[in-house]
Every structure is written in structure tokens, then in C-alpha cells.
């Protein structure tokens, strides 16, 4: 087995990596057929979940009549076997077709929500998401290589904070700085200056938790023997940190990095509902409030697919940096 | 049937006037006191009746009746329903906005839909507002949301309209909208018919002719079984309505709405003279829609589809929360000249925190709701605004949950202690120190606001009437000053029940349960509840529940005391009346099942 950092430097377009590449193949077909099956659990217990809470989509403060109910629920397929339902939902959901938010009363299809929803909500997460990744990376490296100094703790502090305060405080206390007393940002998100209030809030809790994790497994990198081995042989110090250490350091971030991706673009509800951002974040929770079951059931597998294919992802990108993983 | 003895009062009520329709004023038991509850207790001991023969009785004589007779029947019915026990009444609702100081021109209609056509902003007629987050409709037969209404309120134009008022900000009168006048003309069985000459040269917003068949046609589809929208009932004052909601199929033409489009003229029998119909010609489910434009149920998300006939149209429709809509004029409408806006926004939002960041940056000049914790210091400027509103915060208790039922024995004794609690609460409190948006303690459960027309056709507020005197002393007192003679009454009322009392508390009332849906507010006044029983001895376990859960664990009657609101859909005792009769799907109460 090779010194890890030093034999494969692209482990997919060289010769040697031919082996590598088959495995690899064969690696990501077994795990889409995992995800398969994963999807199809998913929706089979959101399915059954969803029927169990009491309450139904045209619950209502002011009661409708049974006869109303009645046509209401055949017109939207609902008056059928739980097991008819199941099947028909299970057959359409593979093939992407969601159908219709029962709340807007067959004026949306659940495909246009997620849709439009997921154009701001991804955005403003791609970007969090950056910045998470970028400013984690370097503050935790730096913590790691000034460990014990002022500076640590002064990270340490900071990164602590971030984690411990929860959104809805952040997202409140900019929005009363920065729109009210100050007015230079806009308190509704329509535009590029209403993204960089909910960008911030957003990328500071996977911000936090980067910084942690890059700065234990830098701390554990430098501390080990092929750093030491590095420097005897008279590599410099730009060429231990970029060459030998942050690449072995950044193996718990990418790990973290795919699930954390899935989840940030899929909007917060929080951040969204105080910030005013038209994003998908809060359809997850007043989806499941108004029994909209086409549209939980929408939201789940495309938040579902999402976290599968991030996961797979990070692992792909995982063995690619750090080749001491196996595939098998 | 668990609810089976009732009060005396009933049996004058109903057996005395069964066959008399529209004769002499029904009889009313004169009280011995102005003490407000023995009356109906001693009355219950005796009789036998059951919600079906006293309740819905007195009800369905509300339909057959009107004027005064009418008015007695529904305040019989509120006695009834009061000497239960069953329905405790908290606050009247208020309805609280910001309004920029500088905004003239604005008002809102006694349901709180708010008018901003006629509005501008220091000059500026260009402005955004906030009303609400995004609406599930804004179809007018299907929409059964206030904000939803007030989008509806601007694009249609029902026959009636509500006038701007000189004075303040809430409409109090009706003016001719799309019809130029009406005719009222009684006929058989009590029924009416009003006669509507429609405006010359009425217009949809897309330019084409307004016919009498677009309302006819309109008013068939909301009420249709086809459609089974929520407020199809509102059409059941409608002669033929009981066939079209039961038409599955097709919209099938209310049987007594007759239109001619030769001569602009609409008939509409009614099937009793009641007295809120022209209120519901400016009822967003009463709009004409343009039909050839309704196809499938997303033509209403479409800024081209969506034709009205009202004072603006929409020029963008992104319904979304964070999105918005917006308006321009109508140069179509008759009354464009009075419309002063030229373009105007409505913001969607579903945060408290957020519409009110906007409101003070000043990018929005209204936001129609605020966070409860900011009330006291929003309170103190010129543009904090509390209108009424017809509603009832209230707390309603199962008749059928037989919590107690190892020392109270009869349904009597039961309405004594569900009465008993109710004088434990202390409603000022209730309103000044967790409210604290204006509300003011009810001493019945119909809305402050609700008016009645007096035998002379005058009219009067009806909580100015309400209580078993008529004389506007409800069914609580609910004075600061009477709260400590309440609950001294409290206690001799459930000392006489046989609990025990040692001088301080009661010690064997078993603990109740009490049920609200998660929300701060509803969670507050819930532990107020709690705190003030405890002192007496009565244990209150709290529990709260997701609001969906919790409305179908109410409607099924599986809970002992809830939390409860009611607003009116029209300015109409029976609005909050009707509600109770046996076989309603909002008698949360269980009566009589």
C-alpha cells in the first residue's frame, strides 16, 4: 500500500488506476441500487406515516359537510384502498410525478413548488454552503497550526457561539441591525441584497462544526509520522500543508460536507420565514400542518434523492483524496 | 343523546309558538332575579327536552321568521345555549394593524377585509402593503381566508359593496356596487325576492360585457355539489339551493335565481327574509367570475386569467410567501374615477418578525398582524390601530365528558359546574396582561358588533340586548369590580354540588384536562386557566396539540375542555347561533349527540 498523499495523484485518469476505475463502477451501480431501495422505504413509511396522524387536508376551523368531504376526497384519488393509494403513489414518485398540493386545490403541481422553491432555497444554500466550507476550512486549519495560541481560542470561541446560538436569534438580531436601525439591507428577500443576511445565518452552524473537524484532524495530521518524515526529507512548510496535511485533513469534512450540502440547499424554515425568501425550507413543516399529503410526500423523496446522491458523492470524492479507503 | 334536560324557557319557546310564524312575539319566562344563572337551572331540573326538540326547534324558527319575532328566537337560542354552561366566553376579538401615519383614504369592512384602492400614502399612489402570507385561493367560490377575501375584495365587485365610511376606518353601510338598485318583494311561505337592476354597461376588467347570467351562473358554481367548496352554504338563504349542492356533477342553476340579460335585471327568492342578504352580495363567494376564464383549478394563478370586475386587476401574481402581487386600476370598472392608487403591492409573509422589520425600514406602509411580545411598545404610536371584530374567543366544554360523573349527577349539575369555572376566570386579566391587543372580556358568545334590526327597523347592537333580561348584561358579569364576588358565587355554586370545600380550596374535584393547539398565545391564557383553578383546588392538566390534530380531536368530541374562536361570516346572530344545533359540523360541543 502506498504512503497516503504521495503515490495516486489522479487516481481516475491513470493507468495504474484501472482496477481503481472498474471497482469504482461497480462501487456506485451497487449503491444506486441501494438507493433505490431506499427510496421506496422512505416512501412507503412516509406513506403510512402521514395516514396515521389524525386530521386530513380539508380539516377545518369551520366544518364542512360530509357530502363536500366526500367529493373532495374522491376527486383527489383519497377515497380509494390505503393500499390502492399506496401503490399508485409509489408507481407515479418513482417516475418523478408528485402530482398536485392539495392545498392550493389542484393549482400547483408539487414538481413547481419544489421547483420554484428550490430556486432561491439552492442559491442561498450553494453559497452558505461555500462559505461554510472555505471560512471553516481555513479558520480550523489555522486554530490546528496556531494550536494553544490566542488565536485558537479566539476561533474556538467564535465557532462555539455559532453553533450555541440558535438561527431564529441570529436571523432576528441581523434583521433588526441591518434592515432596522441601520437600513442598509432589505428585510424581504427578493433580490441579490436580501440573499446575503439569510446567506450568513444559514452558513454559520455547518460553519461552526467544519471548523472543529478540520482543526481535530489537522491537530492529528501534523501530529503524525509522515508530517515528520515529510520535513526530514526538507519539504517546506507551503509544501506540507498544501501537499501532505490538508489534503489528509480534509477526509471528516468531505464526509460531513455531501449530507450537510443535501441539507442546506433544501432551505431552513427558520432563516426563510424571518428573512422573507420564497424558498422551500418552510414548505417541509406547513406541508405536513395542512395534510398535504402529495406535497410531504414530494418533499421527502426529493430531499431523500438529494441526501443520496450528496452522500455518494462525498464518498466517491473521499476515496479520490484519500485512497487508503477501499471500495469493497 | 346525552344532553336531555333543559331549561323551562325552552318549552314556552317552542311549544308555545310552533305554528305561530310570523305572529305575536314568542313568551318568555320573566326571571325571578337579575341574578343571571338560576333561572335556567331550576327550569332544567324539570324538563325533559331534548338539543334537538329545544335547540335546533328554536333555530329552525329563525328561518321561518323575521324582524323581531326573528331577533326573540335567536336570543331564546342564546339563552339556551348560555344556560349550558358548555360554551364560556373569554374575549371579543380585535383586529390589530400598523397603518403609516400618512396613509388617507383606507378602510376595511366589519370582517376586517381591508380596502386600499382608495388609499395613497403621503400623495404617493404606489406603495406596498401586507395583508398576509400566500393564499391557498384566491378563487372567489373557494377562498375561505380573510387575506384571501381582501385580494378577492379588490379584482371583484359583488351587486352590493361596502360604502367608504366619513368617519374612522370600518364600513358600516352597504351602497349599490355593480347593481344600480333593488326591489324587495315578499311572496308565499315567508319567502322574499329581491328584484336587482344591474349598472348600464358593467364590464369585466378585460373589457367585455357584465352580464346578469355571469352572476347566476357565478352564484351556481360556488354553491354546486360539484365544486363542495367550503362556503357553498353561504347560498342557503337561496331558494333551490339544497339541489345544487347535492349536483355532483354539473352546476346546476339555483331554482330561484332568475336572470335577464336583455334587461341588466337579477331575481333572487329567498327562502326567508333574512335580514343579511344584500351583506352577501358583497361577499367574495357572491363575485361574478368570467366562467370562460375558470378552467381547471389553476386559473386563478395566472395574472391573464384572472378577470375581474372590481376597482383594480392584477398585473402580477407570484403567490408565494417572500413573493407578491400586484394591482394596477381597472380602467374598465364604473367607479375607476374614485380609485386613487396607481399601482399597488401586496407583500406575502407569514412572519410576524418579518412584516414589521419591513414595516419599520418603511418599505411596506401596512402590515396586517404584529408579534405578540412587541403589542406594549407598538401600542404607544399613532399607527397602531384596533378595530373590532366580529368574533368570540371562548373556551367550550364537552357535554358528553363524563369526567365527574361519581358526585354530579345530572346534566343540571353538571351546566352548574361548567358555569361555576367559567366565573373563576378572570377575564380582564386575561385581556390586559396576555391579550394586549385591545380585546374586551365577553360576557356572551355572539361577537360585539353583531347588530339586529329592532321591531321599528331601527337597528342595535346586539350584546346591547344580550342575556336573559335583554338588557345587555350578558351571561357573565364582567366587570373588573365583580371578578371577587364571582368566584365567592363559584364557590357556593360547586359547595352545593357536594364537593368539599375546607374554607380555602375544594379537595376531591378529580383533575380535568384541558386542550389547546400549540401556539404561545393559546398557551398562555391555557396556564392562566390552570393557575386560577389551582388556587381553588380544581387541577387543570394542560395539553396542547398540532393544530390539525387538535381541530379533529375537538370536532370528534374526544376532549374535555378546549380552547375555542369563532368569527362571524356575517353580521348576523346566526352566524354564531346556527352553529350549535345537533347535527352541525362545528357543534364541537356534542350537543345533543
Redesign the interface.
Known amino acids: 500500500m502506498p504512503l497516503p498523499g504521495f503515490a495516486i495523484k489522479y487516481p481516475l485518469f491513470t493507468k495504474g488506476a484501472k482496477t481503481m476505475n472498474k471497482k469504482l463502477g461497480f462501487y456506485i451501480l451497487k449503491r444506486v441500487l441501494l438507493a433505490l431501495l431506499t427510496i421506496v422505504i422512505v416512501i412507503t413509511v412516509t406513506f403510512f406515516a402521514m395516514q396515521l396522524i389524525p386530521g386530513g387536508p380539508f380539516t377545518s376551523e369551520k366544518a364542512v359537510s360530509q357530502e363536500s368531504l366526500d367529493r373532495l376526497y374522491a376527486k383527489y384519488g383519497l377515497d380509494k384502498p390505503l393500499i390502492v393509494q399506496y401503490f399508485n403513489y409509489l408507481f407515479n414518485a418513482l417516475r418523478f410525478d408528485f402530482g398536485y398540493s392539495i392545498k392550493s386545490r389542484g393549482a400547483v403541481t408539487v414538481n413547481h413548488i419544489i421547483g420554484e422553491g428550490m430556486r432561491y432555497s439552492a442559491t442561498i444554500g450553494l453559497i452558505a454552503a461555500f462559505i461554510a466550507i472555505i471560512v471553516g476550512v481555513i479558520l480550523g486549519s489555522l486554530a490546528a497550526y496556531k494550536h494553544n495560541t490566542i488565536i485558537d481560542r479566539i476561533i474556538m470561541v467564535l465557532s462555539t457561539a455559532s453553533v450555541a446560538v440558535p438561527s431564529f436569534i441570529v436571523s432576528t438580531i441581523f434583521l433588526y441591525l441591518f434592515c432596522v436601525v441601520w437600513q442598509i439591507l432589505p428585510a424581504n428577500g427578493s433580490d441579490w441584497r436580501g440573499f446575503i443576511l439569510p446567506t450568513i445565518t444559514l452558513s454559520f452552524s455547518p460553519m461552526a462544526y467544519i471548523i472543529r473537524l478540520t482543526r481535530s484532524s489537522t491537530l492529528d495530521v501534523l501530529n503524525s509520522d509522515y508530517i515528520r518524515t515529510a520535513y526530514a526529507k526538507g519539504a517546506s512548510f507551503s509544501r506540507v500543508l498544501y501537499k501532505h496535511s490538508l489534503r489528509n485533513s480534509l477526509t471528516p469534512v468531505i464526509t460531513y460536507a455531501g449530507p450537510m450540502i443535501a441539507f442546506i440547499l433544501t432551505g431552513s424554515l427558520v432563516v426563510e420565514k424571518i428573512y422573507g425568501i420564497p424558498g422551500i425550507g418552510r414548505e417541509f413543516v406547513t406541508s405536513i400542518t395542512n395534510r398535504d399529503y402529495p406535497e410531504v410526500m414530494g418533499l421527502t423523496i426529493f430531499l431523500t434523492y438529494l441526501v443520496i446522491i450528496m452522500v455518494l458523492v462525498s464518498d466517491v470524492l473521499y476515496t479520490v483524496v484519500n485512497p487508503r479507503v477501499d471500495l469493497d | 343523546m346525552k344532553f336531555k334536560r333543559l331549561p323551562q324557557v325552552i318549552v314556552l319557546a317552542t311549544v308555545g309558538t310552533l305554528c305561530a310564524c310570523n305572529g305575536p312575539l314568542p313568551e318568555r319566562k320573566a326571571h325571578k332575579d337579575e341574578a343571571i344563572y338560576s333561572a335556567t337551572i331550576d327550569g332544567a331540573k324539570k324538563d325533559n327536552l331534548t338539543w334537538k326538540d329545544s335547540y335546533d326547534a328554536v333555530i329552525a324558527m329563525t328561518k321561518k321568521t323575521s324582524g323581531a319575532v326573528r331577533n326573540e328566537y335567536l336570543h331564546q337560542a342564546e339563552d339556551i345555549l348560555m344556560s349550558t354552561g358548555a360554551i364560556t366566553p373569554i374575549y371579543y376579538y380585535t383586529d390589530l394593524f400598523m397603518e403609516n401615519e400618512k396613509m388617507e383614504g383606507f378602510y376595511s369592512s366589519p370582517l376586517g377585509y381591508k380596502f386600499f384602492h382608495r388609499a395613497t400614502v403621503d400623495g404617493a399612489k404606489e406603495y406596498t402593503v401586507c395583508v398576509g402570507p400566500k393564499g391557498?385561493?384566491f378563487?372567489p367560490a373557494?377562498n375561505?381566508a380573510v387575506d384571501g377575501a381582501i385580494v378577492i375584495s379588490h379584482v371583484f365587485e359583488g351587486l352590493y359593496r361596502w360604502k367608504q365610511p366619513e368617519n374612522g376606518d370600518v364600513a358600516a353601510e352597504l351602497e349599490p356596487g355593480q347593481a344600480a338598485s333593488f326591489e324587495k318583494v315578499a311572496g308565499n311561505d315567508g319567502h322574499v325576492t329581491y328584484k336587482f337592476k344591474l349598472r348600464d354597461n358593467i364590464k369585466y376588467s378585460d373589457g367585455t360585457a357584465l352580464k346578469a347570467s355571469d352572476f347566476a351562473n357565478s352564484w351556481a358554481r360556488a354553491a354546486s355539489?360539484?365544486l363542495?367548496?367550503?362556503y357553498?352554504?353561504m347560498f342557503d338563504c337561496v331558494v333551490g339551493y339544497e339541489e345544487t349542492?347535492?349536483d355532483?356533477n354539473n352546476f346546476k342553476p339555483l331554482s330561484g335565481v332568475k336572470a335577464d340579460d336583455e334587461k341588466g335585471e337579477l331575481e333572487v327568492e329567498l327562502i326567508s327574509d333574512v335580514p343579511y342578504f344584500l351583506e352577501l352580495t358583497a361577499f367574495p363567494t357572491y363575485a361574478p367570475v368570467k366562467l370562460d376564464k375558470v378552467t381547471g383549478?389553476?386559473w386563478?394563478?395566472k395574472a391573464e386569467n384572472y378577470i375581474g370586475n372590481g376597482p383594480l386587476k392584477v398585473s402580477k401574481m407570484?403567490n408565494?410567501?417572500?413573493?407578491?402581487i400586484e394591482f394596477v386600476p381597472n380602467e374598465n370598472y364604473w367607479d375607476n374615477a374614485n380609485t386613487k392608487v396607481s399601482k399597488l403591492t401586496f407583500?406575502l409573509?407569514?412572519?410576524d418578525?418579518?412584516q414589521l422589520?419591513?414595516y419599520?425600514?418603511g418599505?411596506w406602509k401596512f402590515i396586517d398582524s404584529v408579534p405578540n411580545d412587541q403589542i406594549e411598545e407598538l401600542s404607544k404610536g399613532k399607527d397602531y390601530h384596533v378595530n373590532g371584530q366580529l368574533g368570540t374567543y371562548y373556551v367550550i366544554f364537552n357535554v358528553n365528558d363524563k369526567a365527574l360523573n361519581r358526585t354530579l349527577k345530572s346534566e343540571a349539575e353538571y351546566a352548574t359546574f361548567r358555569k361555576a369555572l367559567g366565573l373563576l376566570i378572570d377575564r380582564n386579566y386575561i385581556c390586559e396582561k396576555i391579550g394586549q391587543a385591545g380585546q374586551e372580556p365577553a360576557n356572551t358568545f355572539v361577537g360585539k358588533g353583531i347588530m339586529e334590526t329592532n321591531a321599528d327597523g331601527s337597528l342595535s347592537e346586539w350584546t346591547t340586548k344580550s342575556g336573559p333580561n335583554r338588557d345587555g348584561k350578558g351571561y357573565y358579569k364582567v366587570g373588573k369590580a365583580d371578578y371577587e364576588a364571582n368566584c365567592a358565587e363559584a364557590i357556593e355554586m360547586i359547595k352545593g354540588l357536594g364537593f368539599k370545600f375546607d374554607g380555602k380550596k375544594f379537595t376531591n374535584i378529580p383533575a380535568l384536562t384541558y386542550l389547546y393547539n400549540t401556539s404561545s398565545g393559546h398557551k398562555a391564557i391555557a396556564e392562566y386557566l390552570q393557575g386560577a383553578f389551582k388556587a381553588y383546588g380544581i387541577n387543570l392538566k394542560l395539553e396542547s396539540q398540532?393544530?390539525?390534530?387538535f381541530?379533529?380531536?375537538r370536532?370528534d368530541g374526544n376532549y374535555s375542555i378546549a380552547r375555542n374562536?369563532w368569527l362571524a361570516?356575517y353580521n348576523d346572530a346566526c352566524s354564531f347561533l346556527d352553529?350549535w344545533t345537533t347535527d352541525?359540523?362545528?357543534n364541537d360541543a356534542q350537543f345533543g349527540r
Open positions: 391557498d385561493s378563487d373557494i375561505s355539489g360539484k363542495a367548496a367550503d357553498g352554504y349542492a347535492a355532483e383549478d389553476d386563478w394563478t407570484d408565494k410567501d417572500g413573493g407578491s407583500a409573509s407569514d412572519d418578525d418579518n422589520a419591513n419599520k425600514k418599505d398540532e393544530w390539525a390534530t381541530l379533529n380531536t370536532k374562536g361570516d352553529m352541525s359540523g362545528n
